[in-house]
């Protein structure tokens, strides 16, 4: 028996409610499938997302099911960008995960449609469908266009740091505003939210080919549609439940893909807090492991050049898939039914390649372009870098480990001994960076903002105001217990763990001491003290002096959804999950 029809067995008020909601009374003996989405007027990734619920809906009843449509509207981490809305912004996605959980096990359902864009609506609603563990659907939101001159948001914060600099004028910042976003969908550049719709597919979790189509293609709404009816037939299949289908093997194939597409580094927080939930454990040490060696194939912003819409065009996720097949678990089951083997040996018979090769030749028209498929997706034995995409650093200034993204990293980045400046906040940082109180050789620090500091938010204008300056880029460091926006570049360090809240050694670095960062041989470490090198045992000395007069500063808030994440989160590089066990 279906849990639908255990509920009505449960609960006889269940009928005469769903009666009144608008059900008929045919509909309360079919599959009953929940449709939860991010849909609402919150930002351009979720704006759209009725339409694709609608589509799902349909799919679902065509195949003899009935959808309930269930909605918990994620935030925009660009829109909460500059004031303290980013600090709400890593929070949400737990609180997503909390109200899926909340609606599918307070109301029985079969099984599941997922829809979502963006940061953290995707990985809040993977998390939330592993704790529901009934058969599910993800379908993803897809990308929106470019805008003029292939113009795409990341981008803005160049234009922004130009502006404050006094390198362009108003009106240029004004025309990069007005045409960013031309349309719904996530971002237009390999940021988290792309990142993360790339990973549902790459996971089994999402119907082959469905991850970052252009959001105003009609293949997203047939992609939707065929998402509604798997999700009826997984109701009706034995052990086709998430957990089921989803292995290490798919953890590890995901992550091949992310190192194939230089993918957000937010994927550290998301991937193995996602894991979690299916009783899987993923570390940075993992992502670090599988990177190493692997083909960065992706020449897609923010490390390459062209507008996230190209990668569907491209052959999107099956095409990056066939590039690293050697590489991948092929016999990792997914969603629909099938291996993933199986599934690209289908799509390269039913013509899914020749389609895109169609809407590339479109978009060159429309676009004035001529890029190529190999331009957007390099083959493997052309790739643009070796080595993946992700290093996780470790040393005494970070024990637990710190994340970067060396595709993003000026080369002359990769070591250097630099020195200290330590601020304990992104204010206060960010303006040393404008006015020019900062020097080439410095390592920047901004602290106390992680996860049990101020919620983790992201230093997405820190980090561009260095990686636009032609001085600075190349030469000094950021280094942070926060984290980056997926749109981030530069010699950027994020995630350093412990942090400074919990007492980590990056809360007890000083001015003038001297940081060592080596990405190839992934160390982070102090070497010096007020600019004069010491020993190893030496530092650890001055470190365990300091440590006895740190006090963490008293917390930054105390009440709501804030002062719970911050008193319950996981380290960075755990997750920043609430450890509620």
């Given at each position: 028996m279906l849990p639908s029809q255990k509920l009505r067995e449960l609960a006889p008020e269940v009928d005469p409610l769903r009666i009144g909601t608008g059900?008929?009374?045919?509909?309360?003996?079919?599959?009953?499938?929940?449709?939860?989405?991010?849909?609402?007027?919150?930002?351009?990734?979720?704006?759209?997302?009725?339409?694709?619920?609608e589509q799902a809906r349909r799919g679902v009843?065509?195949?003899?099911?009935?959808?309930?449509?269930?909605?918990?509207?994620?935030?925009?981490?660009?829109?909460?960008?500059?004031?303290?809305?980013?600090?709400?912004?890593?929070?949400s996605r737990e609180m997503i995960a909390n109200m899926i959980e909340i609606h599918g096990n307070a109301t029985p359902f079969d099984a599941g449609v997922f829809i979502a864009s963006c940061d953290k609506g995707m990985p809040g609603n993977l998390i939330g469908l592993a704790r529901l563990n009934m058969p599910s659907v993800v379908m993803t939101g897809g990308t929106m266009a470019a805008g003029p001159d292939l113009l795409t948001l990341e981008q803005l914060g160049m234009y922004s740091a130009q502006y404050e600099r006094g390198e362009i004028g108003k009106d240029k910042l004004e025309w990069a505003?007005?045409?960013?976003?031309?349309?719904?969908?996530?971002?237009?550049?390999?940021?988290?939210?792309?990142?993360?719709?790339?990973?549902?597919?790459?996971?089994?979790l999402a119907l082959p080919g469905s991850a970052l189509l252009p959001?105003?293609?009609?293949?997203?709404?047939e992609y939707?549609?065929?998402?509604?009816?798997?999700?009826?037939?997984?109701?009706r299949m034995e052990h086709m439940s998430p957990r089921d289908i989803v292995t290490r093997e798919s953890f590890e194939n995901a992550i091949l893909v992310h190192a194939a597409i230089s993918g957000s580094s937010n994927a550290l927080l998301h991937i193995p807090a996602i894991a979690r939930e299916f009783g899987i454990e993923i570390t940075g040490e993992t992502f670090d492991r599988l990177h190493r060696g692997a083909h960065y194939l992706l020449d897609v912003r923010p490390a390459g050049r062209w507008p996230a819409e190209f990668f569907y065009y491209a052959g999107g996720v099956p095409a990056i898939m066939e590039e690293i097949r050697p590489h991948l678990h092929l016999d990792a089951m997914t969603v629909t039914g099938k291996t993933l083997g199986e599934n690209l040996d289908?799509?390269?018979?039913?013509?899914?390649?020749?389609?895109?090769?169609?809407?590339?030749?479109?978009?060159?028209?429309?676009?004035?372009?001529?890029?190529?498929?190999?331009?957007?997706?390099?083959?493997?034995?052309?790739?643009?870098?070796?080595e993946g995409s992700i290093a996780v650093l470790r040393g005494n200034l970070a024990p637990e480990g710190a994340v970067i993204k060396h595709t993003a990293c000026p080369k002359e980045m990769f070591e250097a001994v630099l020195r200290a400046r330590p601020f304990d906040s992104e204010e206060a940082c960010i303006d040393a960076v404008l006015h020019h109180r900062v020097q080439p050789g410095d390592a920047v620090?901004?602290?106390?903002?992680?996860?049990?500091?101020?919620?983790?938010?992201?230093?997405?204008?820190?980090?561009?105001?260095?990686?636009?300056?032609?001085?600075?880029?190349?030469?000094?460091?950021?280094?942070?217990?926060?984290?980056?926006?997926?749109?981030?570049?530069?010699p950027?360090?994020?995630?350093?763990?412990?942090?400074?809240?919990?007492?980590?050694?990056?809360?007890?670095?000083?001015?003038?001491?001297?940081?060592?960062?080596?990405?190839?041989?992934r160390k982070l470490e102090i070497v010096g003290i007020r600019g004069e090198r010491k020993t190893p045992e030496e530092v650890a000395a001055v470190l365990a002096e300091r440590r006895k007069a740190w006090k963490p500063k008293p917390p930054k808030y105390t009440r709501g959804v804030l002062g719970l994440f911050t008193r319950l989160a996981a380290s960075p590089m755990k997750g920043a999950y609430l450890e509620t066990d």
């Open positions: 059900w008929k009374p045919e509909d309360l003996g079919k599959v009953q499938v929940m449709i939860e989405s991010t849909f609402g007027d919150s930002h351009p990734g979720s704006g759209h997302l009725d339409k694709l619920v009843a065509d195949a003899g099911g009935f959808g309930a449509r269930y909605f918990c509207t994620d935030i925009c981490d660009g829109e909460s960008q500059g004031h303290d809305g980013i600090n709400f912004s890593l929070a505003k007005h045409n960013a976003c031309p349309s719904c969908g996530a971002c237009s550049f390999i940021g988290t939210a792309s990142t993360m719709q790339i990973m549902a597919e790459a996971l089994g959001a105003n293609s009609p293949d997203l709404m939707a549609y065929r998402a509604g009816q798997q999700a009826v037939r997984l109701a289908e799509l390269k018979k039913n013509g899914f390649y020749e389609r895109c090769a169609g809407w590339l030749e479109a978009a060159n028209r429309r676009c004035g372009t001529h890029i190529t498929r190999e331009d957007v997706i390099r083959p493997y034995d052309r790739a643009i870098g070796t620090f901004i602290r106390y903002e992680g996860p049990k500091g101020s919620g983790m938010p992201e230093m997405f204008y820190t980090s561009e105001a260095i990686s636009s300056d032609k001085e600075l880029g190349r030469s000094i460091a950021l280094i942070t217990d926060g984290r980056f926006s997926g749109a981030s570049t530069g950027v360090i994020g995630h350093c763990s412990p942090e400074a809240q919990a007492g980590g050694p990056i809360a007890l670095v000083e001015e003038g001491d001297l940081i060592y960062l080596n990405v190839r041989e």
